[in-house]
């Protein structure tokens, strides 16, 4: 290739770069402008929250036993017909002796039993040598634990059984949170 051929390659870039950069420079540019969107959709919901019932308590009973020696207190309670599909499987049972030993567990006092279906179930515990001898006041409860451990309130068998199984035990219901 000669020089001159060279020469007129470098000048046509030049040039070539130049037009480029006039071009650029006298181009429009863009303004900075403010937007604003407008959306005409709206959205809305309804939320319920769930109400826990408590067991509904139909009775409760406490019996001394032969001198006090097999104390027991039986309550009868059922679910509510605004908990359907609540059993066993989700009541948490508790109690109270004397009002020294409270007691949150599914086993009352040691010995308890539950049967029956939501329409009825029967509970009985029994209290044992601590609370029958010398006579005892206490409490047996069922709640029922929801979907993220949401509890009802309790439905609360007050008993007492006198010294010796001596005299009429009582039993009386309420419901409490």
Request: charged fraction near 10%; charge should be positive.
């Amino acid at each position: 290739m000669t020089r001159s051929r060279r020469s007129a390659r470098r000048v046509l870039a030049a040039v070539a770069g130049l037009a480029l950069l006039a071009g650029a420079a006298v181009a429009p540019r863009a303004e900075p402008v403010e937007a604003a969107w407008v959306d005409a959709e709206a959205g809305s919901a309804t939320f319920t929250a769930m109400t826990m019932l408590a067991p509904l308590g139909s009775s409760c009973t406490a019996a001394g036993g032969v001198l006090g020696v097999t104390p027991t207190v039986t309550l009868r309670w059922s679910v509510p017909a605004g908990m359907a599909g609540y059993t066993l499987a989700q009541a948490e049972f508790g109690g109270s002796l004397n009002g020294l030993v409270p007691v949150v567990s599914n086993t009352l006092f040691g010995s308890s039993s539950h049967t029956g279906t939501p329409a009825g179930y029967t509970s009985v515990a029994n209290i044992g040598l601590l609370g029958s001898v010398l006579g005892a006041t206490g409490t047996v409860a069922v709640r029922f634990v929801g979907p993220g451990g949401w509890r009802s309130e309790w439905l609360i068998a007050t008993w007492t059984i006198p010294l010796l199984g001596l005299g009429q035990p009582t039993c009386t219901l309420s419901v409490q949170p």
